[in-house]
T-cell receptor, first 114, second 115 residues
Framework: DGGITQSPKYLFRKEGQNVTLSCEQNLNHDAMYWYRQDPGQGLRLIYYSQIVNDFQKGDIAEGYSVSREKKESFPLTVTSAQKNPTAFYLC?????????????FGPGTRLTVL | KQEVTQIPAALSVPEGENLVLNCSFTDSAIYNLQWFRQDPGKGLTSLLLIQSSQREQTSGRLNASLDKSSGRSTLYIAASQPGDSATYLCAVKVRTGAGSYQLTFGKGTKLSVIP
């Protein structure tokens, strides 16, 4: 089955802890993305990567970090510097075609700070 | 900065009705527009992608149109069914730097189809 997997589905974090969200894709896509979704708001881009070992900040990168050591994997770390991390996190991927390049999404991880 | 607006925020229709969802964007310099569906607590499912040079795309009971010059897109759903109940989001692809592109999303329209 081709697709995007995210784990875990639910994640609970204590104040001051760093946590890492996993995202894996087997679609051979070049680009991968992390979004945050809050109630009543549209999706906001955290980080994206178009090639292995390279990534760029999105609109709300503060308090987050990423790595792209393999084409298939793009983990997101939510650090203790992120003041309001409770949200639904979505990973996506696409080919790099400028006009085509349809984005596909994973099932999401819901992070709750205790 | 690109802004995407979806009106109405929520819509309730009886089963079998044809309906139109609206999406508007402020900057016509887009590369494509994508419509997504999101069920509660789930990820986004891509429905249709319209490239900037195209006027419309169709998939089954769905038809999406794009008018770049006026900054508008519509998603037409024919013969609506209760299973169509979900939140529908549109997103436009814009250039953010040399060789870099990203999607800007609207907040979505929550559709309820009443049996």
């Amino acid at each position: 089955d081709g697709g995007i997997t995210q784990s875990p589905k639910y994640l609970f974090r204590k104040e001051g802890q760093n946590v890492t969200l996993s995202c894996e894709q087997n679609l051979n896509h070049d680009a991968m993305y992390w979004y945050r979704q809050d109630p009543g708001q549209g999706l906001r881009l955290i980080y994206y990567s178009q090639i292995v070992n390279d990534f760029q900040k999105g609109d709300i990168a503060e308090g987050y970090s990423v790595s792209r050591e393999k084409k298939e994997s793009f983990p997101l770390t939510v650090t203790s510097a992120q003041k309001n991390p409770t949200a639904f996190y979505l990973c996506a991927s696409s080919f790099l075609h400028r006009e085509a390049g349809e984005q596909f999404f994973g099932p999401g991880t819901r992070l709750t700070v205790l | 900065k690109q802004e995407v607006t979806q009106i109405p925020a929520a819509l309730s229709v009886p089963e079998g009705e044809n309906l139109v969802l609206n999406c508007s964007f402020t900057d016509s310099a887009i590369y494509n527009l994508q419509w997504f569906r999101q069920d509660p607590g789930k990820g986004l499912t891509s429905l249709l992608l319209i490239q900037s040079s195209q006027r419309e795309q169709t998939s089954g009971r769905l038809n999406a149109s794009l008018d770049k010059s006026s900054g508008r897109s519509t998603l037409y759903i024919a013969a609506s069914q209760p299973g169509d109940s979900a939140t529908y989001l549109c997103a436009v692809k814009v250039r953010t730097g040399a060789g870099s592109y990203q999607l800007t999303f609207g907040k979505g329209t929550k559709l309820s189809v009443i049996p």
